[in-house]
C-alpha cells in the first residue's frame, strides 16, 4: 500500500505521521509474545533492550518499509532491520505529566552532525493498543522547523546535535500532542521532530519497537 499525497504532506508540514493498520494482528501479536518472553519479571518504569529474532523483524513488512522510504524521498524500499530496538513501557502508579521535549541521535559522546542527517527517517511501530496515558509517545507538531531554523542560523555552535537537544528548552516549541494509536500502527517522524515517551497510566505494558534508517 502506497502514502497519499495528504499523507506525505502532512509529514512534510508536522514533522511525523501515524498510519494505522500497518499490520495483520497475527504478526502484531507473535512479535508481543517474543517481547513478553524477553521481558522476564515485572519492573517498573521502561525497558529498552535490542531483540534479534525474525518474528520481531517480521514486523518491518513492505508496507512499513515502503512507507518510510517515500517519506524519506527513497526510491528504493527499505530493508527490514535484523536486529530490532524495542522499547516496553510499564504500568506506574505516578501521576502522568507532560514529559519534555527531546531529538534522537543527540547524545554528547556520539557526535552526530546536524547537518547531513543521521538518519532520513524514525518509526515506532507499536503492538500495543495506545490509550491516552497509556505510555504514548508525545511529538511536537512543526518542531522539526523551527529546530531546523536554529541549526541553520548558526551552524558552528549547532554543528552537532547535542548542542541542539540542549537549547530546546528555551525554544517555544507550541502545544505538545499525545499519539494514541491501535496496535499495528507505525508513527514516523523526522529526524529534527522533537519528541518524548511518556508515563503509563494504564494497566497493562505498552510494547512498542523502534528503527532508523
Not at 517519506?71 to 530490532?84: I, M
Not at 518509526?123 to 529546530?147: E, F, K, N
Not at 548558526?154 to 537549547?167: H, M, Q, T, V
Request: aromatic share 10%.
Amino acid at each position: 500500500m502506497g502514502l497519499g499525497a495528504e499523507q506525505i504532506q502532512s509529514y512534510v508540514n508536522d514533522g511525523f505521521l501515524l498510519v494505522a493498520d500497518l499490520m495483520d494482528r497475527k504478526t502484531v501479536e507473535e512479535a508481543r509474545r517474543v517481547l513478553v518472553e524477553h521481558i522476564g519479571p515485572r519492573r517498573e518504569n521502561s525497558l529498552h533492550a535490542f531483540v534479534s529474532d525474525p518474528t520481531v523483524s517480521a514486523c518491518f513488512n513492505k508496507n512499513i518499509c515502503s512507507a518510510a522510504a517515500e517519506l524519506a524521498g527513497v526510491r528504493k524500499r527499505f530493508a527490514p532491520p535484523r536486529t530490532v530496538y524495542t522499547i516496553t513501557v510499564f504500568p506506574t502508579s505516578e501521576p502522568w505529566t507532560w514529559p519534555w521535549p527531546h531529538i534522537d541521535h543527540s547524545r554528547d559522546e556520539d557526535a552526530h552532525q546536524t547537518f547531513p542527517p543521521p538518519f532520513h527517517v524514525g518509526c515506532l511501530i507499536y503492538l500495543s493498543d495506545i490509550q491516552p496515558h497509556s505510555g504514548g509517545t508525545i511529538v511536537w507538531p512543526r518542531s522539526h522547523r523551527r529546530l531546523e531554523e536554529l541549526a541553520a542560523s548558526n551552524p558552528e555552535r549547532y554543528k552537532y546535535l547535542a548542542a541542539l537537544n540542549g537549547d530546546i528548552p528555551q525554544l517555544d516549541l507550541g502545544c505538545p500532542q499525545e499519539i494514541t494509536a491501535r496496535a499495528g500502527g507505525a508513527l514516523f517522524y523526522h529526524y529534527l521532530c522533537a519528541h518524548s515517551g511518556s508515563s503509563n497510566s494504564g494497566a497493562e505494558p505498552r510494547f512498542a519497537l523502534n528503527h532508523k534508517w
